[in-house]
């Protein structure tokens, strides 16, 4: 099936994809996923920095090296190289801007302005455009022209200091949250501006930001602060307000727990012969205030016991828990594959190979899938490059 020929729900739109790395790459793949047409413009000769990005590099059959990275953030986009700063790769541009639904650029703020495509320029080539923007810090504001990298994005927002083992271990998460968070928000802002545009027949431009995105889950730890003025601090691998809930050790290694209510704490003392209304334990405040006795009574109580087995006990007694798996485990465990959650694609250079695959899954009404499963592989450097500019000048 031909690029911009394919199925799904935003099959009929068109997305310009200007971002490089990835919490704009990430924002642009979660839209081809659902369908839409995604031309992405990358520099010439370098393309999107996330293609030097690695170890680890896998050989193409042209001799070229291909980043895993790259591969995780561009499935189903066409490429096509633009100079930007060259009359031909403006005109282009401003020829593409005229016929597509959506533009996506997380440049640092001000640099697409000096390009000559201001937001107000944009909007005025194209007045149904939906513009999204996603920065580090935000676009204005004190610090609002600062870079904006996850890592960094991660300590400044707060992040590091709810995870790691303890107040002094600050770590960040092991994958670039942020980024990913800020293209899921902004994929969300661009369908919001869409449905918006069908009311009015106008588009808008949508920002959004890693610190924005960072903020937007605080979740209860951001109201600990806002409402209770208490300061959160990380602490590990149990849940600051919920207990039982978190890691527990046992005879070969460890196993999750969650007893999110009462019910599941007394099934789980039922379980192994605890006394629920033991003094400290007895309601989930209490036991919170004593985690330390909490997890060490569990700790001596699983001491003798195999990790599949204590699995297997709790889960007989309907108790929450799970294991932690390493990658290779989640990407061979059948419930993975059965979600749809791996993805075959022929590469032009690697030939097939699997990626992770999109989260959505789509039914009708009579419970007929219609989740759509024509993916593409992520492109070559302007692969599209000669097919996008005769599309352009069939369109005239």
Known sequence: MPQGARSGPLSDLVVLDLTRALA??????????????VIKVESPGSGDETRSWGPPFVPGSDGEDVATYFLSCNRNKESVALDLKSDEGREVLTALV???????????????????????????????????????????????????????AQGEAGLMSLTGSGPEDPQRVGVPIGDLLAGMYGAYGVLAALHERE??????????SLLASFVGVHAFQGTRWTVA???????????PSIAPYGLFRCRDGAVQIACGNESLWQRLCAEFGLDPAAEGLASNPERVAHREQLVSLLEETFADVDRDALLARLDGAGVPS??????????????????????????PTLGPVELPGPPLRFFTADGTETTPTDHQSPPLLDQHGAAVRAWLEERG
């Not at 009311?199 to 959004?208: K, L």
């Open 24 to 37: 704009g790459p990430h924002a642009g793949m979660m839209l081809a996923d659902l369908g839409a047409r």
């Open 98 to 152: 005229r016929r597509c639904d959506v533009l996506l650029e997380n440049f640092r703020p001000g640099v697409l302005d000096r390009l000559g495509f201001t937001a107000e320029h944009l909007l005025g080539l194209n007045p149904r455009l939906v513009l999204l923007s996603i920065s580090g810090f935000g676009h204005d504001g004190p610090e609002g022209g600062r870079p904006g990298y996850d890592q960094i």
């Open 199 to 208: 009311r009015t027949g106008a588009g808008q431009h949508v920002r959004t």
């Open 229 to 239: 003025h208490e300061v959160p601090r990380a602490q590990g691998n149990h849940h």
């Open 322 to 347: 799970g294991r932690v798996r390493d990658l290779q485990e989640v990407y061979e465990w059948d419930q993975t594959r059965s979600q749809g959650l791996v993805v075959d694609v022929e590469h």
